[in-house]
């Protein structure tokens, strides 16, 4: 086989991946609700500056269960374990949302050598969320989201220009101008699993499962 320039194949196998000085993980001492050790991650993360802790990969599946996904930013998570996500409901996750709410969403904070797992249910809170979502963003983000074609084949940037402005005087003339397609969603979560790295691979995964409205806590193995 052909080798890439460089060797990638090499220089890939001798990457680090976990820095010294990882936080320990008790699982006995874990709280019997997943958002709460979640949140906890969540400001660990965020006090230690790690950029964009609140990125999240979301997967979806279309109709006939062909996966995709994307990184999204979370906008909330609340003590009922739901997880918030803004995007257009006509992008292709919006389609395919529609056609199939069942959702994955995961958590990576290399710094803390932590990653959470999210499965569940994605569905919208209402039109008064996303309009209030939609109205906290900035201009720029409003105005790329009132353009309303995320996903659409592009054929002609000067398209995009031109309906960023067509946005942007919008916006300026109607400042409470809600893009009709733009859509808070929130994953109600039936599975969360928290996994903390080892330098020596002895790896820690606790998985939290909801029945009839209760957590459960596993260990799994590594
Ligand atoms: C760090 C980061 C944050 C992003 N946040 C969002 C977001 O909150 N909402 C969104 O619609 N797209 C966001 N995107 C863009 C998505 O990854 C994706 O390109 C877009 O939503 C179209 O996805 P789709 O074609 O699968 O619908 C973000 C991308 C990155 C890298």
């Given at each position: 086989m052909a080798q890439a320039p460089g060797n990638m194949?090499?220089?890939?196998?001798?990457?680090?991946v976990f820095p010294a000085g990882l936080p320990g993980f008790d699982t006995q001492a874990a709280p019997d609700n997943p958002v709460t050790l979640f949140l906890t991650w969540l400001r660990?993360?965020?006090?230690?500056?790690?950029?964009?802790?609140?990125?999240?990969?979301?997967?979806?599946?279309?109709?006939?269960?062909?996966?995709?996904?994307?990184?999204?930013?979370?906008?909330?998570v609340d003590e009922d374990g739901r997880w918030y996500f803004a995007s257009s409901a006509g992008s292709r996750k919006g389609r395919e949302l529609a056609a199939n709410p069942h959702v994955a969403l995961s958590f990576y904070w290399p710094a803390q050598g932590r990653q959470v797992r999210v499965r569940g249910v994605a569905a919208p809170p209402g039109s008064q969320a996303s309009a209030a979502d939609f109205l906290a963003r900035s201009p720029a983000s409003r105005a790329e989201a009132l353009t309303g074609r995320q996903s659409e084949p592009m054929h002609d940037p000067a398209e995009l220009d031109e309906a960023l402005r067509r946005a942007q005087a919008q916006i300026a003339a109607d400042p409470g101008l809600v893009a009709p397609s733009w859509t808070l969603y929130a994953v109600s979560a039936d599975e969360a699993e928290f996994w903390q790295a080892d330098q020596q691979r002895r790896h820690i995964r606790l998985h939290y499962q909801r029945t009839a409205g209760t957590w459960a806590r596993r260990l799994l193995w590594p």
């Open positions: 194949r090499d220089m890939l196998r001798a990457l680090e660990d993360a965020i006090g230690a500056g790690v950029l964009g802790p609140h990125a999240m990969t979301l997967a979806t599946a279309d109709a006939a269960g062909l996966v995709s996904s994307r990184v999204l930013l979370c906008k909330d």
